[in-house]
């Protein structure tokens, strides 16, 4: 991947240390990633996902009046 240095943690690695700080410093186990990955994988995107269309899009003009 482009963003990834030579030399960079593994992904794995950022992952855990990710989910360790949001955690309160508990470093998830290898099974608990597995899990985690699983569930990722199988979960479908849900309406309130911030795409184009979310919050930080401009506003599409207005309608001219009749």
């Known amino acids: 991947m ?4 030579t030399g960079s943690p593994d992904p794995l690695v950022r992952l855990a240390a990710v989910l360790a700080g949001a955690g309160g410093g508990a470093h ?4 608990e990633l597995a ?19 979310g919050p930080e899009a401009p506003a599409p003009p ?3 009046a009749p």
């Open 62 to 64: 207005p309608a001219p």
């Open 35 to 53: 899990e985690l990955l699983w569930l990722a994988r199988h979960m479908e995107p849900g309406a309130d996902d911030r795409g184009p269309e």
């Open 28 to 31: 998830p186990t290898p099974r």
């Open 2 to 5: 482009s963003s990834e240095h």
